[in-house]
């Protein structure tokens, strides 16, 4: 069994910055990809950012040139620094990985609020 859990959430105004980190542990195989998810009141659950093992990343619109995504595939840690925070950016932040046989592991989620 694949535990993630995420730290790092919190309130800050706008145009500040907040760093999230997920850890990964438990049985783990080699994870294929490592993201951040983002659900906001009332919306969808979205892709905010994701990261490949050859650490290529791929970030939604709205957070580029904003956000940076970072992994350590020897930790099997993942992590988003968000800067320039906007209150759109307020929601939960789920970690998200994908191992090598196809496997989806998610994170409890942490609460990003931004102030205007």
């Known amino acids: 069994q694949v535990q993630l859990v995420e730290s790092g959430g919190g309130l800050v105004q706008a145009g500040g910055s907040l760093r999230l980190s997920c850890t990964a542990s438990?049985?783990?195989?080699?994870?294929?990809?490592m993201g951040w998810y983002r659900q906001a009141p009332g919306k969808q659950r979205e892709l905010v950012a994701v990261?490949?093992?050859?650490?290529?990343?791929t970030y939604v619109d709205s957070v580029k040139g904003r956000f940076a995504i970072s992994r350590d595939n020897g930790k099997n840690t993942v992590d988003l620094q968000m800067n320039s925070l906007k209150p759109e950016d307020t929601a939960v932040y789920y970690c998200?990985?994908?191992?090598?046989?196809?496997?989806?592991?998610w994170g409890q989620g942490t609460q990003v609020t931004v102030s205007s």
């Open positions: 990261v490949s093992t050859g650490t290529r990343a």
């Open positions: 998200n990985s994908i191992d090598s046989r196809g496997h989806v592991y």
């Open positions: 438990g049985s783990i195989f080699s994870f294929d990809y």
